[in-house]
């Protein structure tokens, strides 16, 4: 099946000799290594075809390591039935002492794949198998071959798994008609083999890599993609009887793709529901903005996001007078209906949107193809190179604001069939994305001090609020006020609280509340040492030898906190904070403390104007936080100058 290699089970190739002892050591945390992680992709062109013949020929050989591999008895090999076919699979099982068994045709079954959540739904299967026994010294070898269908969803190849890898190999066989494109992703750093052969009319080509370790999960940081070594393949153009066919590869292909799957929505005929309902949303309302809003407003409330990825139906929208009688829809579906309810309001420049968010690290402008794009948004020109964002999924986001995972990603807008545009979202600035915090207390000789506080929220900060003040009630909600006001800290008590712009999502949040604090101030004697702080900026810390990846962040943004805190007559300060600030490229801090006719006023203000933080600049990161966190732990120290 793969070059190089002959089945297993023809018995034409002896087996690679390992030594299971050396694997141990060499991979003590491992629950199993990978002896051959392979494949072999062919793309020849038939006599007659239309379309290139691409078969994908998989080999893994596995060796178990551990005793705890006797649970791991079930597997699967994941199938797209409307992108490829399964056309042959193998399993055989090897045990310590040598002696195999192979897996029998009837051991396989395909289920539905599991949902990766309640509003994803897709046509992925999984073809399970038994391998009946494993254990230490176990090894299973799967082969198995596919037929990929379209040949414009041509994908990738990942170089890691799960499990360490021994050696890893990707080869591809290609019809010198066939003009294809490579993309190398995070392959620098790595000792790839490659090779480069043409016989006659078939070029092979192909890389190796050694000694991968397991994919690990990263918690905090972003998407495997942006940094595990793999390979992204395209067909660019095939040469038929001297005509060039194009296929892919550049942004006007991309679009043509797409531009396809809009003529394959059902045909529109029964408007006269979203029409109607149109007229009555923008009664009275006449300027451009308010329909806008309006009619966002309503597709954001009123049809229920459930995410569609069965084949084709992840890629056509459905008709829009379905969407409104069936009240749910994807982005595709809401982006399409926002588009239509739009026009007929007049808003003419509306259109529909493919954009890749941050989980996918290629940009269109850079790999045209369907997997550097996973959503699809509605945008409205405000002119002067600029849009209206209406991201329906959501029901939280604004409109002026592009949707936080769509920063520094390009928008391929589709004007018509042929004409488009590739739009690079900026990040959002600091000074749009804010918390801000007023605190107001009186220090006095008693247990218990009360206060009173107003925070703001504004652009994506208030989103996740936001969300949790719409869908949480009671108790609940009074323990979620808590939280996000009093950070959480017992010592205080919330005693009343108002919501203000909760639903009027172009304005700042507003929480006004009162509360209460026992033991804020330490008494020694004549003195009274009190930390001004009472809730404090919360900034991580990072090491390269806990990371050594980039630390992903969701937005820009600006925290302020300003304290006005009344001091008791009879007495003065004896100590008093030391202002502080940091100012560098992207972090800033700055903390200051001074008094005003008895008030102590405090304002600690931090920004951060990136949206990663690479481990290069973890040392500039941690200078800030320490320069902030030493700030936040000052204390004033009053001295008593009278008794009343």
């Given at each position: 099946?793969?070059?190089?290699?002959?089945?297993?089970?023809s018995?034409?190739?002896?087996?690679?000799?390992?030594?299971?002892?050396?694997?141990?050591?060499?991979?003590?945390?491992?629950?199993?290594?990978?002896?051959?992680?392979?494949?072999?992709?062919?793309?020849?062109?038939?006599?007659?075809a239309?379309?290139?013949?691409?078969?994908?020929?998989?080999?893994?050989?596995?060796?178990?390591?551990?005793?705890?591999?006797r649970?791991?008895?079930?597997?699967?090999?994941?199938?797209?039935?409307?992108?490829?076919?399964?056309?042959?699979?193998e399993?055989?099982?090897?045990?310590?002492?040598?002696?195999?068994?192979?897996?029998?045709?009837?051991?396989?079954?395909?289920?539905?794949?599991?949902?990766?959540?309640?509003?994803?739904?897709?046509?992925?299967?999984?073809?399970?198998?038994?391998?009946?026994?494993?254990?230490?010294?176990?090894?299973?070898?799967?082969?198995?071959?596919?037929?990929?269908?379209?040949?414009?969803?041509?994908?990738?190849?990942?170089?890691?798994?799960?499990?360490?890898?021994?050696?890893?190999?990707?080869?591809?066989?290609?019809?010198?008609?066939?003009?294809?494109?490579?993309?190398?992703?995070?392959?620098?750093?790595?000792?790839?083999?490659?090779?480069?052969?043409?016989?006659?009319?078939?070029?092979?080509?192909?890389?190796?890599?050694?000694?991968?370790?397991?994919?690990?999960?990263?918690?905090?940081?972003?998407?495997?993609?942006?940094?595990v070594?793999?390979?992204?393949?395209?067909?660019?153009?095939?040469?038929?009887?001297?005509?060039?066919?194009?296929?892919?590869?550049?942004?006007?292909?991309?679009?043509?793709?797409f531009?396809?799957?809009l003529?394959?929505?059902?045909?529109?005929?029964?408007?006269?529901?979203?029409?109607?309902?149109?007229?009555?949303?923008?009664?009275?309302?006449?300027?451009?903005?308010?329909?806008?809003?309006?009619?966002?407003?309503?597709?954001?409330?009123?049809?229920?996001?459930?995410?569609?990825?069965?084949?084709?139906?992840?890629?056509?929208?459905?008709?829009?007078?379905?969407?409104?009688?069936?009240?749910?829809?994807?982005?595709?579906?809401?982006?399409?209906?926002?588009?239509?309810m739009?026009?007929?309001?007049?808003?003419?420049?509306?259109?529909?949107?493919?954009?890749?968010?941050?989980?996918?690290?290629?940009?269109?402008?850079?790999?045209p193809?369907?997997?550097?794009?996973?959503?699809?948004?509605?945008?409205?020109?405000?002119?002067?190179?600029?849009y209206?964002?209406?991201?329906?999924?959501?029901?939280?986001?604004?409109?002026?604001?592009?949707?936080?995972?769509?920063?520094?990603?390009?928008?391929?807008?589709?004007?018509?069939d042929?004409?488009?545009?590739?739009?690079?979202?900026?990040?959002?600035?600091?000074?749009?994305?804010?918390?801000?915090?007023?605190?107001?207390?009186?220090?006095?000789?008693?247990?218990?001090?009360?206060?009173?506080g107003?925070?703001?929220?504004?652009?994506y900060?208030?989103?996740?609020?936001?969300?949790?003040?719409?869908?949480?009630?009671?108790?609940?909600?009074?323990?979620?006020?808590?939280?996000?006001?009093?950070?959480?800290?017992?010592?205080?008590?919330?005693?009343?609280?108002?919501i203000?712009?909760?639903?009027?999502?172009?304005?700042?949040?507003?929480?006004?509340?009162?509360?209460?604090?026992?033991?804020?101030?330490?008494?020694?004697?004549?003195?009274?040492?009190?930390?001004?702080?009472?809730?404090?900026?919360?900034?991580?810390?990072?090491?390269?030898?806990?990371?050594?990846?980039?630390?992903?962040?969701?937005?820009?943004?600006?925290?302020?906190?300003?304290?006005?805190?009344?001091?008791?007559?009879?007495?003065?300060v004896?100590?008093?904070?030391?202002?502080?600030?940091?100012?560098?490229?992207?972090?800033?801090?700055?903390?200051t403390?001074?008094?005003?006719?008895?008030?102590?006023?405090?304002?600690?203000?931090?920004?951060?104007?990136l949206?990663s933080?690479?481990?290069?600049?973890?040392?500039?990161?941690?200078?800030f936080?320490?320069?902030?966190?030493?700030?936040?732990?000052?204390?004033?120290?009053?001295?008593?100058?009278?008794?009343?």
């Amino acid at each position: 099946m793969l070059v190089g290699y002959s089945s297993l089970a023809s018995g034409k190739k002896e087996l690679p000799v390992y030594d299971l002892e050396s694997l141990k050591k060499k991979y003590p945390d491992d629950l199993a290594v990978y002896l051959r992680h392979e494949e072999l992709v062919t793309i020849l062109l038939p006599n007659g075809a239309t379309n290139p013949d691409i078969v994908k020929s998989t080999t893994h050989e596995i060796l178990y390591l551990k005793p705890a591999s006797r649970f791991y008895t079930t597997q699967y090999v994941g199938l797209e039935e409307y992108f490829e076919d399964l056309i042959s699979i193998e399993v055989t099982i090897i045990r310590p002492d040598g002696k195999s068994f192979k897996l029998d045709q009837t051991e396989f079954s395909v289920v539905d794949s599991e949902p990766e959540s309640w509003v994803f739904h897709d046509n992925g299967k999984n073809v399970v198998f038994d391998t009946r026994e494993m254990g230490e010294g176990y090894r299973m070898v799967l082969n198995y071959t596919k037929r990929v269908k379209h040949p414009e969803f041509f994908d990738m190849y990942f170089f890691v798994s799960n499990f360490p890898i021994e050696k890893s190999v990707l080869k591809i066989v290609y019809d010198s008609d066939i003009e294809l494109k490579f993309h190398e992703m995070n392959l620098n750093s790595r000792n790839v083999k490659t090779d480069a052969q043409t016989t006659g009319p078939v070029t092979l080509r192909s890389w190796t890599v050694e000694s991968i370790e397991a994919y690990k999960t990263d918690e905090g940081g972003f998407n495997m993609r942006y940094y595990v070594p793999h390979m992204l393949m395209q067909i660019v153009s095939m040469n038929r009887n001297g005509q060039k066919i194009n296929v892919g590869g550049t942004p006007e292909q991309l679009h043509n793709l797409f531009a396809g799957f809009l003529k394959l929505r059902q045909p529109e005929t029964e408007m006269d529901q979203v029409n109607s309902l149109t007229n009555d949303l923008i009664l009275n309302k006449s300027s451009d903005i308010e329909k806008i809003d309006t009619i966002f407003r309503w597709v954001q409330s009123n049809i229920k996001y459930i995410a569609f990825e069965d084949g084709i139906n992840g890629y056509v929208p459905r008709s829009c007078s379905s969407v409104m009688k069936n009240r749910y829809g994807d982005c595709k579906d809401m982006s399409a209906l926002l588009v239509e309810m739009l026009r007929h309001a007049g808003i003419e420049e509306s259109y529909m949107a493919w954009v890749g968010t941050r989980d996918v690290p290629y940009k269109m402008g850079e790999f045209p193809s369907p997997i550097s794009c996973n959503h699809v948004i509605c945008v409205v020109s405000r002119g002067e190179n600029s849009y209206y964002y209406l991201d329906a999924t959501s029901s939280e986001t604004g409109y002026i604001l592009p949707p936080h995972n769509l920063q520094q990603k390009d928008l391929l807008i589709h004007f018509n069939d042929e004409k488009f545009e590739l739009f690079d979202v900026p990040a959002v600035s600091p000074d749009s994305n804010f918390i801000r915090t007023k605190i107001q207390f009186t220090v006095n000789d008693h247990d218990s001090i009360f206060g009173t506080g107003t925070d703001f929220y504004g652009g994506y900060e208030r989103e996740d609020i936001s969300y949790s003040l719409s869908n949480i009630q009671g108790e609940d909600l009074d323990l979620y006020v808590s939280e996000i006001a009093l950070g959480g800290q017992n010592r205080f008590n919330l005693k009343t609280y108002e919501i203000s712009n909760l639903h009027n999502k172009n304005s700042d949040l507003q929480l006004d509340y009162t509360f209460s604090v026992d033991n804020l101030c330490i008494k020694d004697g004549n003195s009274i040492i009190i930390n001004p702080a009472l809730f404090k900026p919360r900034i991580s810390k990072y090491s390269v030898e806990e990371f050594d990846l980039p630390r992903f962040k969701k937005n820009c943004r600006t925290i302020e906190y300003i304290y006005e805190i009344t001091l008791p007559a009879g007495y003065q300060v004896k100590s008093f904070p030391e202002n502080m600030n940091f100012s560098g490229l992207d972090f800033n801090f700055d903390g200051t403390f001074h008094i005003e006719n008895n008030i102590v006023k405090v304002s600690l203000i931090y920004s951060h104007n990136l949206l990663s933080i690479i481990p290069g600049r973890f040392d500039e990161w941690n200078e800030f936080s320490r320069v902030v966190n030493k700030a936040t732990i000052q204390n004033i120290v009053l001295e008593k100058l009278y008794d009343k």
